[in-house]
Nanobody
Framework: QVQLVESGGGLVQAGASLRLSCAAS????????MAWFRQAPGKDREFVSR?????YYAESVKDRFTISRDNAKNMVYLQMNSLKPEDTAVYYC???????????????WGQGTQVTVSS
């Protein structure tokens, strides 16, 4: 069982930066693919980024967001720069066992952290 706890959300102005953190429990953190998703009001949850053997980003955040992980601390981060109002959403951390090119379902999810970007 893996528990995920996100932090670092907040209210910022457009153009600002935020760093989200996700703390994971468990002794096999390094063997999980870690990801960030987000869900804006009235919209479906969408993929943002993931890191395992390779790193992937949604086109909408590429070149602005950076995912990273610290396996020694069981942490994954999302550095968000040049934030836009359309980045406003609840951001979720997720974990999937192993490393696969395509991951349909993630096994564990955090409760989410709110990011609000004002114009």
């Amino acid at each position: 069982q893996v528990q995920l706890v996100e932090s670092g959300g907040g209210l910022v102005q457009a153009g600002a930066s935020l760093r989200l953190s996700c703390a994971a429990s468990g002794r096999t953190f390094s063997s999980y693919t870690m990801a960030w998703f987000r869900q804006a009001p009235g919209k479906d949850r969408e993929f943002v980024s993931r890191t395992g053997l390779h790193t992937y980003y949604a086109e909408s955040v590429k070149d602005r967001f950076t995912i990273s992980r610290d396996n020694a601390k069981n942490m994954v981060y999302l550095q968000m720069n040049s934030l836009k109002p359309e980045d406003t959403a609840v951001y979720y951390c997720a974990a999937a066992r192993g490393f696969r090119p395509v991951i349909i379902n993630f096994d564990y999810w955090g409760q989410g952290t709110q990011v609000t970007v004002s114009s």
